[in-house]
């Protein structure tokens, strides 16, 4: 069974986990941000029926 040596966590490693926690969590929550968006700003797809009149001409025949 092997055997690790635990080093003493300094300050800068410390602060240097710290930025890169903040980073990933701006950038995750940027991306929710930006896929919200696209997500609320879609149209919503209503059957043809819907949309044309009924007697307009559709072209369906």
């Known amino acids: 069974m092997?055997?690790?040596r635990r080093r003493p966590?300094?300050?800068e490693k410390s602060l240097q986990a710290a930025l890169i926690?903040?980073?990933v969590g701006a950038?995750?929550?940027?991306m929710t941000c930006v896929?919200?968006?696209l997500m609320l700003q879609r149209d919503p797809m209503l059957p043809e029926?819907?949309?044309?009149?009924?007697?307009?001409?559709?072209?369906?025949?």
Not at 49 to 61: K, N, Q, R
Request: avoid cysteine.
């Open 2 to 4: 092997p055997k690790y």
């Open 9 to 11: 966590i300094t300050r």
């Open 21 to 23: 926690s903040v980073v």
């Open 27 to 30: 950038g995750a929550a940027a």
């Open 35 to 37: 896929l919200t968006r």
């Open 49 to 61: 029926s819907v949309i044309a009149p009924s007697g307009a001409d559709t072209g369906d025949e």
